[in-house]
């Protein structure tokens, strides 16, 4: 099993739809997770991070985690061409200020027009 | 503020050749990774620096691969000989570091290394 797991995709959205991406991790004792964005032929770009259950949101998106059943989501609200991209879970397996982040392979979304 | 550089952006070489990338962290983080990207996945970790220290290496092919953070600033990495399979994108990436909410990754635009 590995460590993080995403849906490769792609995901395929209408403009102005909200696309959902989904991330599940197998450490339960994981503290802090990630969302990257990488353009392609770019190097991620942190969009997001979560630490408590729950929601939080920051402009159109919203993260979501679920420590009891182990996952992560993105919201992405009215979905823009421009989000086309591969998004990339990473869940932090150190603590205590060590930093190891563990990259899901991404879940590539076409937001088409 | 100016971003993680990394040298060069695109690298073609010969198998069994060596090869080497520089990394140049955002000024003052003292934390500094190198991750290798292959196409379709995820980066994954190669080594990580607090400082001048190598604290986890545990994913470095040692055999064939090196790295240096003389000073605490820049670093190097280096594979020799390089083979096929080392084709693939080295990043590095850079973090303030401490405790906290300290913890965000910034990472350079990579070097794309092809291995014929």
């Known amino acids: 099993q590995k460590e993080v797991e995403q849906n490769s995709g792609p995901l395929s959205v209408p403009e102005g739809a909200i696309a959902s991406l989904n991330c599940t991790y197998s450490d339960r004792g994981s503290q802090s997770f990630f969302w990257y964005r990488q353009y392609s032929g770019k190097s991620p770009e942190l969009i997001m991070s979560?630490?408590?259950?729950g929601d939080k949101e920051d402009g159109r998106f919203t993260a979501q985690l679920n420590k009891a059943s182990q996952y992560v989501s993105l919201l992405i609200r009215d979905s823009q061409p421009s989000d086309s991209a591969t998004y990339l879970c990473?869940?932090?397996?150190?603590?205590?200020?060590?930093?190891?982040?563990?990259f899901g392979a991404g879940t590539r979304l076409a937001v088409h027009p | 503020e100016a971003g993680v550089v990394q040298s060069p952006r695109y690298k073609i070489i010969e198998k069994k050749q060596p090869v080497a990338f520089w990394c140049n962290p955002i000024?003052?983080?003292?934390?500094l990774y190198w991750y290798r990207q292959n196409l379709g996945q995820g980066p994954e970790l190669l080594i990580r620096y607090e400082n001048e220290e190598a604290v986890d290496d545990s994913q470095l092919p040692k055999d064939r691969f090196s790295a240096e953070r003389l000073k605490g600033v820049d670093s190097t990495l280096k594979i020799q000989p390089a083979e096929l399979g080392d084709s693939a994108v080295y990043l590095c990436a850079s973090q303030a570091g401490g405790t906290g909410r300290k913890d965000t990754q910034y990472f350079g635009p990579g070097t794309r290394l092809t291995v014929l």
């Open positions: 979560i630490y408590s259950n």
């Open positions: 000024s003052g983080h003292n934390t």
């Open positions: 990473a869940v932090n397996l150190g603590s205590g200020g060590y930093n190891k982040l563990i």
